[in-house]
T-cell receptor, first 116, second 116 residues
Framework: DTEVTQTPKHLVMGMTNKKSLKCEQH?????MYWYKQKAKKPPELMFV???????INESVPSRFSPECPNSSLLNLHLHALQPEDSALYLC??????FGFGKNIQYFGAGTRLSVL | SQQGEEDPQALSIQEGENATMNCSYK?????LQWYRQNSGRGLVHLIL?????REKHSGRLRVTLDTSKKSSSLLITASRAADTASYFC????????????????FGKGTHLIIQP
């Protein structure tokens, strides 16, 4: 099973709402990632979790709050977002420790978020 | 910051022709990967080439890497309509020492259209 499942597929929220994006994988991967992708742009890294601990935060605003409750699950809590945060949010997973050749990432289909 | 720069940004060819996409990057790398994305969905890993390799094949894909020029190319031979997608090169930026999980930095991408 090489699947990463993201829910919901689509989300519309107001600027005062609180919502969460969810990501799940059962490949035994101990590294999980959040990326943000604007239309016609490449994905941009937001967060990296390694062994359920946050290891990289790419200076993401605090209105995005990641959480990794266990080795299979990754959440992204959203609060007081702005319209410019509208984007496709992608989750990925990979092996956590790698030398050459193991940082191959498996992506979910993404959550398309619209902030009104 | 954008590590990779793809060239061309858009490419339209006839089915059966070969498609070549190029990528340049700025910093030293462990390896370089190519991913495909269909119509705003998740990314799919295609092929990985290590920094000590110069060429790699996988089915109809051929990747080259020139570390002296910090560039890579992806060749898709005998293209099919199903190859229509966006193609991104990606590198890991060695954000952490010790070989731990690292996010990918993607190039701007090439949108490939295969005309039937």
């Amino acid at each position: 099973d090489t699947e990463v499942t993201q829910t919901p597929k689509h989300l519309v929220m107001g600027m005062t709402n609180k919502k969460s994006l969810k990501c799940e994988q059962h490949m035994g991967h101990r590294a999980m990632y959040w990326y943000k992708q604007k239309a016609k742009k490449p994905p941009e890294l937001m967060f990296v979790y390694s062994y359920e601990k946050l290891s990289i935060n790419e200076s993401v605003p605090s209105r995005f709050s990641p959480e990794c409750p266990n080795s299979s699950l990754l959440n992204l809590h959203l609060h007081a977002l702005q319209p410019e945060d509208s984007a496709l949010y992608l989750c990925a997973s990979s092996q956590a420790l790698f030398g050459f050749g193991k940082n191959i990432q498996y992506f979910g289909a993404g959550t398309r978020l619209s902030v009104l | 910051s954008q590590q990779g720069e793809e060239d061309p940004q858009a490419l339209s060819i006839q089915e059966g022709e070969n498609a070549t996409m190029n990528c340049s990057y700025k910093t030293s790398i462990n390896n370089l990967q190519w991913y495909r994305q269909n119509s705003g969905r998740g990314l799919v890993h295609l092929i990985l080439i290590r920094s000590n390799e110069r060429e790699k094949h996988s089915g109809r894909l051929r990747v080259t890497l020139d570390t002296s020029k910090k560039s890579s190319s992806l060749l898709i031979t005998a293209s099919r309509a199903a190859d229509t997608a966006s193609y991104f090169c990606a590198t890991d930026q060695k954000r952490l020492s010790g070989g731990g999980a690292d996010g990918l930095t993607f190039g701007k991408g090439t949108h490939l259209i295969i005309q039937p």
